[in-house]
């Protein structure tokens, strides 16, 4: 990684942004994270004043609202975050003097999740698919990467699915405790994709920022599973059983894609980092748990 240049790190309190400073740190690179608290991205006085400051070569937009079924009814808040953030962020970061590299992370609920459209694309959607989201989540996320798209120049999108690491909140946690705290427990086993790792995420987030790519490009380990086999094998060698259920003895506020794995090629082609099986990502994480 080029370590003189100077990174900001925002929504540094999330799963994602606390990989990004842990990676910084180790690789005693010179950067600033900032939490919700510290910064909010939807406050333009804020980003300007901090953009000014610290002058940054690379920003990295790790924020977002990301509380997939309470933004149903959260809409204007998801808006707000998902959206109008990016929107200023990417206008501060085009109007500021330094034009720093602006990374943006999206999803793979862009798009629609046909179980159809795995014939069409078998190894996942490409990045040009039409976006077509099923829930509010996913619809901001869209909007966001819109709105980055046509102000800022000097950007790279990313979108990740099922992202897990050992910060925060994510599946892998939550399939950890459920096993501690029950005999038995119930996946669905009819929606499909491929997870993402903080960790990997990060470092070839962190190569793609150095090697001057900019654009939009999809993140996530290689191979495609089940939330039902995702949690198999997370909790493998455990006394917990473990039952399939549908996705229609599950329901959720807000609907989920049934298929929404992202064709990773162009990534592999210009990734200077190995993209791994998911099994072999989610081992990695699981040694590092526990
Ligand atoms: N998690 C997934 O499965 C998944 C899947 C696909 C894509 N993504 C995308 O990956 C990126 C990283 O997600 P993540 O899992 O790391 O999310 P996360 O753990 O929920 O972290 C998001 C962070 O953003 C902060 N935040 C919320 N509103 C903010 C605001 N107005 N200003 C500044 N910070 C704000 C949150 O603070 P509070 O906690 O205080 O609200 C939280 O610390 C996001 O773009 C997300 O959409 C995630």
Known sequence: MNAKKKY???GSGGQLGMEWCAWLEKQGAKYRGLTRKELDITCLDALETLLDLQKPDVVVNCAAYTKVDQAEDEQQMAVQVNQRGPGLLARCC???????LLVHYSTDYVFPGRLADRSRWPDGYPI???AEPVNWYGQTKWKGEEEVRAACANHLILRVSWLCGSHGNNFVHTMLRLAGERDHLKVVADQYGCPSFTEPV?????????SGETG???VSSNGETSWYDFAKAILRGRKVRIDPITTAEWPTRAARPAW?????????DVSRTRI???????????????
């Open 202 to 210: 990060t470092r070839i987030s962190s190569d793609l920022a150095d």
């Open 276 to 290: 791994l099986p998911w099994q072999e990502d989610l081992d990695l994480l699981l040694r590092q748990i526990s």
């Open 94 to 100: 085009e109007n500021s003097p330094e034009k720093p």
């Open 216 to 218: 939009t490009f999809h």
């Open 260 to 268: 929404s794995r992202l064709d990773i090629t162009a990534l592999a």
């Open 128 to 130: 040009d698919a039409p």
């Open 8 to 10: 900001l790190i925002l």
